[in-house]
């Protein structure tokens, strides 16, 4: 019931054009048969499996819902701003980023499974647009080195585990080199340590967008980025525990 509301939704943000290979995919899923089906959603490539999590929930919260819209002023007044995305999934994230700056420059990180359909969803992309979307298969923490990644069943997202999973890489933002103006952060409660490992970059870094999983963590970061001179937005985001900051400039 919830995939066939899903898909009434959809429909109505696509393109008449675009409803046949929706309405395929959603007839060889009910029918479970295995397919990948590429999509067009209003002119976004998203493809999906038929037999596995493909996060076109993900495509519908983030790109049609807007979910990450309290940022969006801050996209549009930066000049080709270079955006840092943890945990990017399938690439909703960056697919909404750069569709609404065109000149923006996203480096999305994921170390799960998702990987798969997020190299496939930049590659769609980048058949219509400029190379400006950048995908790297690792996890972002407070170290460089290995970490454990433990895949949720049935589902596209996962979680680093220290009690087990498929070894992965993980790297620090701080260790990139690079002087991002946005950090999208939302690791499934490992938020804290991606910021830990972000303390260079947050002296130059203008705005902070995290998904939070707890009213605890949500206080742990909101202080740890109050005492690094970011100013809090009140209240949530709708759909998602959002929490934003921007740096108070001098």
Known sequence: MKDF?????????????????????????????????????????????????????????????????????????????LVIDGGANCGAFALWALSENKEARVISFEPGEAFENLAINRGMHLRDHDDHWQVEKCALSSQVGVGHFQQDAGSSQGRLNNDGGEAVPMR????????????????????????????????????????????????????????????LEGGDAPIVGMLIARKQLR
């Open 5 to 81: 509301a899903l898909i009434l939704k959809l429909l109505c943000y696509c393109r008449p054009g675009e409803w046949p290979a929706l309405l395929r995919y959603a007839l060889l899923k009910a029918l479970r048969r295995p397919a990948r089906i590429d999509l067009k959603l209003r002119g976004k490539g998203w493809t999906v499996m038929t037999n596995k999590p493909s996060g076109l929930h993900f495509f519908h919260e983030v790109v049609v819902d807007g979910c990450y819209s309290g940022i969006r002023p801050d996209l549009l007044a930066l000049p080709g701003p």
């Open 172 to 231: 620090t933002v701080d260790d990139l080199g690079l002087s991002p103006e946005i950090l999208k952060i939302d690791v499934e409660g490992h938020e804290m340590e991606v910021l830990k490992g972000s303390e260079k970059t947050l002296n130059t870094a203008r705005v902070v967008v995290l998904e939070y999983h707890s009213p605890e963590l949500r206080e742990e970061c909101k202080a740890f980025l109050s005492a690094r001179d970011f100013a």
